[in-house]
T-cell receptor, first 119, second 110 residues
């Protein structure tokens, strides 16, 4: 299957600092990538849909100014957690779909996730 | 809530037994997919079933979909210890988004 690479896989940062997480599709182009958040022993919550060349679409309740998303190219989306606080500590996972396989009818490929700990 | 519900939340079986997990969702869908997640890791796609399909097989996996009841089930036959993981259903709509169910934690005892 297609490969989605997420970096870093693990990061600890101080409260008040910002952290950038990268999501790359290594062997395919993805016009759309998705960012999820997962708390321990819970499901994945969709945070936002990242569209190449345009603004991200955020789910209700997700702070746009706190979770900045940039989809600079067909293979890279970044999530920046700004002014991080301990309650932002979580597992963040991105996913991507093939550019040419239509909408809503294909599997998504997931990165391995980034575990963020804010101290 | 964007989430569907899965049951059971946790399931513990002996190796060789079958495991059945259920997923219920709330809105109209284009497709429903099942994913597996090992602890603290990313997700692995298992199987996709489209809204006009009722049953699908892949190896030891069997998925059913009942759109009238807005529910799906995942059956893993002849379970193995390596099947121990969390399993999530995810519904795809006419847009691009996936919404995940609450997940079932499966433990297969050797």
């Amino acid at each position: 299957g297609a490969v989605v690479s997420q970096h870093p896989s693990w990061v600890i940062c101080k409260s008040g600092t910002s952290v950038k997480i990268e999501c790359r599709s290594l062997d395919f182009q993805a016009t759309t990538m998705f960012w999820y958040r997962q708390f321990p022993k819970q499901s994945l919550m969709l945070m936002a849909t990242s569209n190449e060349g345009s603004k991200a679409t955020y789910e209700q309740g997700v702070e746009k100014d706190k979770f900045l998303i940039n989809h600079a190219s067909l293979t890279l989306s970044t999530l920046t957690v700004t002014s991080a606080h301990p309650e932002d500590s979580s597992f963040y996972i991105c996913s991507a779909r093939h550019r040419h396989r239509g909408v809503g009818n294909t599997e998504a490929f997931f990165g391995q996730g980034t575990r963020l700990t804010v101290v | 809530s964007q989430q569907g519900e899965e049951d059971p939340q946790a399931l513990s079986i002996q190796e060789g037994e079958n495991a059945t997990m259920n997923c219920s969702y709330k809105t109209s869908i284009n497709n429903l997919q099942w994913y597996r997640q090992n602890s603290g890791r990313g997700l692995v796609h298992l199987i996709l079933i489209r809204s006009n399909e009722r049953e699908k097989h892949s190896g030891r996996l069997r998925v059913t979909l009942d759109t009238s009841k807005k529910s799906s089930s995942l059956l893993i036959t002849a379970s193995r210890a390596a099947d121990t993981a969390s399993y999530f259903c995810a519904t795809g709509n006419t847009g691009n988004q996936f919404y995940f169910g609450t997940g079932t934690s499966l433990t297969v005892i050797p």
